[in-house]
C-alpha cells in the first residue's frame, strides 16, 4: 500500500497562475482532508471531504478549491495563485474504529511557492 | 482564537533526560487529543493518543498526561534520543463529524543533543 500520495512534491508558481495539487490515497478511508503548514503556525485545515461528492470548508479556505469524485481522490485547486499561498501543504486521509478512535494518515507534503 | 496553545516553541534535551511538551486547550467540545511527530521534509505522523476519560496513556518512552478540570495536556519522552529530535504538535477533535477535524498547536522543535 502506498498510503497517502501527493504530487508534485515541489512547484513554483507565478502570482495568478492556477494549478491543482493532486491527492489520492489507496486504504478506502472515506474521509479526506487538505492542511497548511506554516512556520510557526502548525498545520490548519483548507477544506474536507467525509466522502464521494460531499466537500466543506475548514479554517481556510479562501484561494482554493476542492472536488472529490472518488473515494481515493481529493485534488486542491489554486484558482489565481498569491505569494501568500506560498507553503507547505499536506494531504490527510483518516478512519475511525471502535479501539482505536480516528487515526488521521499524512502524505509526504507539496512544497508551493509563489512568486 | 488560537484554540489549542503549546510551549515551548523549541526545546533542548541531553540524551537520557525527559523532553517535556506541554499543550492547552479552550475548547470543552474537544475529545480526542492527539500527538504528531515530525521529522523534517516529512509528513506528521500519529505518535500516541489520548481520550479524556484517562489521565494517562503510556507507550513505551512516550506518555501523554491528561489535566482535564485544566483544560491541560501533555507529553512526556523518557530517555529521550537524538533519534527523537524531531517537531512534535498537540492537537485535539471534537466527536462525531468533528473528530476528524485536527486543531493543531503550533509546534515544538525539539532537539536531543549526545
Known amino acids: 500500500n502506498a498510503g497517502v500520495t501527493q504530487t508534485p512534491k515541489f512547484q513554483v508558481l507565478k502570482t495568478g497562475q492556477s494549478m491543482t495539487l493532486q491527492c489520492a490515497q489507496d486504504m478506502n478511508h472515506e474521509y479526506m482532508s487538505w492542511y497548511r503548514q506554516d512556520p510557526g503556525m502548525g498545520l490548519r485545515l483548507i477544506h474536507y471531504?467525509?466522502?464521494?461528492?460531499?466537500?466543506d470548508q475548514g479554517e481556510v479556505p479562501n484561494g482554493y478549491n476542492v472536488s472529490r469524485s472518488t473515494t481515493e481522490d481529493f485534488p486542491l485547486r489554486l484558482l489565481s495563485a498569491a505569494p501568500s499561498q506560498t507553503s507547505v501543504y499536506f494531504c490527510?486521509?483518516?478512519?475511525?474504529?471502535?479501539?482505536?478512535?480516528?487515526?488521521?494518515?499524512f502524505g509526504e507534503g507539496s512544497w508551493l511557492t509563489v512568486v | 482564537q488560537q484554540q489549542v496553545k503549546q510551549s515551548p516553541q523549541s526545546l533542548i534535551v541531553q540524551k537520557g533526560g525527559i523532553s517535556i511538551i506541554n499543550c492547552a486547550y479552550e475548547n470543552t467540545a474537544f475529545d480526542y487529543f492527539p500527538w504528531y511527530q515530525q521529522f523534517p521534509g516529512k509528513g506528521p505522523a500519529l505518535l500516541i493518543a489520548i481520550r479524556p476519560d484517562v489521565s494517562e496513556k503510556k507507550e513505551g518512552r512516550f506518555t501523554i498526561s491528561f489535566n482535564k478540570s485544566a483544560k491541560q495536556f501533555s507529553l512526556h519522552i523518557m530517555d529521550s534520543q537524538p533519534g527523537d529530535s524531531a517537531t512534535y504538535f498537540c492537537?485535539?477533535?471534537?466527536?462525531?463529524?468533528?473528530?476528524?477535524?485536527?486543531?493543531f498547536g503550533k509546534g515544538t522543535k525539539l532537539s536531543v543533543i549526545p
Open positions: 471531504s467525509v466522502g464521494a461528492g460531499i466537500t
Open positions: 490527510a486521509s483518516s478512519y475511525s474504529s471502535v479501539t482505536s478512535g480516528n487515526t488521521i494518515y
Open positions: 492537537a485535539a477533535s471534537k466527536p462525531g463529524a468533528g473528530s476528524y477535524q485536527l486543531t
